[in-house]
């Protein structure tokens, strides 16, 4: 049996007030919390008491990677988290544990194959060229949040998903009110239940189309919609995965807005990455590992047993978080970690999680965030923010950072 003794003694709990931060700067807090030891204690701002936080790269891999370690436990207990609201719905993919999390999985597979997002990249590459194509005639200045990163990454994973065109403002509302603790517990939870409600009708309809005869894959909400016919999952399982999906899908508009930022702060960087087209893939890889996708850190699991980690006991039943923005810079993995380097190699960042909750829709993010930055780095002649940098704002409340907007000019 694992016993704490004197070298194990419990770190202090650190209180994480998780700051609503402007640019692209590393959050202080959780530097600090780096610093203080491979695992360490945590109060974030909501729910009850403390969690433990696992930052060094290969003790994340470990715990995210481990069965002993629980997601569906999490459901029981009120842990400490960023959120004022409990973002999933009952029966959520990312609240699974294998073998329903590997089951649920598996009814949407097929969209998220790399034949299946390469299948849209025809018609995404053709969406953005209409937006960058409006952008361009109506000329200088624009916001590129408002008119390219919002729209764009909305359009695709809608089209993914088998949402109409008409219904996907208020798609993307109900979405950008789940993602943000700004205006509350309430508005946050009451815009779940209306997307909830509205994907389970969309599934009660029977989505899109499921597939033809030459192998083409339908759309998210008829495969699920087919799983559920089959009784491969409940109607409520199937609202759980397509709720998530949906939401995931929109943080590209963040996470490439981190990279418009970093491209416009740095133009030796875009310069050299407009010259050498080569570079664009490791670029891109390096820019995933650099940004900071979310403020504090994502979704927590639950012991089931005791596990040492990094010299610590977790006892079961106790709370740990696993920060992939820390393994992302863990210099033991990453040499200057806190430097861009385009052509970093090797650069296994674990910005798309790690081990049974790997994104699913990893190489559709890839996919959008390639497109757009192409697309800033060859339509637009000298792009430049077209407000001093220090006027730019960062979503308040955001549990995604990213720009409120990025106004910005060309010759």
């Known amino acids: 049996m694992l016993k704490d003794g004197p070298a194990t003694s419990r770190p202090p709990v650190t209180h994480w007030p998780a700051l609503d ?54 459901m029981e207990h009120d842990v400490t988290r960023l959120a004022p609201h409990f973002i999933p719905a009952p029966g959520a993919v990312s609240f699974e544990d294998p ?29 953005l060229d209409e937006l960058v194509d409006a952008i361009l005639r109506d000329g200088p200045p624009a916001d590129l949040t408002e008119r390219l990163l919002a729209p764009f990454p909305l359009a695709v994973v809608c089209e993914l998903m088998g949402i109409p065109a008409e219904d996907r403002p208020e798609v993307h509302e109900w979405t950008t009110m789940i993602l943000s603790s700004a205006q509350g517990a309430e508005r946050s939870e009451q815009a779940k239940t209306r997307m909830c409600a509205y994907l389970g009708e969309r599934l009660r309809a ?14 998210v909400i008829g495969l699920l919609a087919r799983a559920v016919e089959t009784g491969e999952v409940t109607e409520e399982e199937a609202v ?14 963040n996470n490439v807005g981190n990279m418009v930022y970093i491209l416009l702060t740095r133009p ?17 890889n390096e820019l995933l590992r650099y940004i900071p996708h979310r403020n504090s850190v994502g979704l927590s699991r639950i012991a089931l047993e005791d596990v040492e980690v990094a010299g610590q006991v977790i006892r079961a039943g106790e709370a740990v978080y696993v920060s992939y923005l820390a393994a992302n810079r863990d210099p033991e993995v990453f040499p200057e970690p806190d430097e861009i380097l385009p052509d970093r190699t090797p650069n296994a960042h674990v910005s798309f999680g790690y081990g049974p909750h790997f994104c699913p829709g990893n190489m559709l993010a890839r996919l959008e965030s390639e497109l757009l930055v192409n697309a800033l780095l060859d339509r637009f002649p000298d792009p430049r923010f077209a407000v001093p940098v220090e006027e730019l704002g960062w979503r308040p409340g955001a549990l995604i950072r990213g720009p409120e907007a990025l106004p910005v000019t060309w010759s």
């Open 99 to 127: 073998p329903d999390h590997t089951r649920l999985r598996r009814t949407i597979a097929a969209a998220f194959t790399t034949a299946g997002v390469e299948r849209l990249r025809t018609r995404a590459q053709r969406m």
């Open 21 to 74: 931060l402007d640019g692209v700067d590393f959050d202080p807090v959780l530097a600090e919390l780096m610093r203080a030891g491979p695992i360490t204690r945590i109060k974030l701002p909501n729910g009850s008491g403390w969690a433990w936080l696992v930052c060094r790269y290969d003790d994340v891999r470990m715990v995210a990677n481990d069965p002993r370690f629980s997601r569906k436990l999490v």
């Open 268 to 284: 030796e960087l875009m310069d050299k990455l407009r010259a050498t087209p080569d570079l664009r893939p490791s670029a891109l």
């Open 206 to 219: 029977g989505g899109g189309a499921t597939g033809d005869d030459d192998g083409e894959v339908g759309d």
């Open 240 to 253: 759980g995965v397509a709720l998530l999906v949906q939401i995931g899908g929109e943080a590209v508009t």
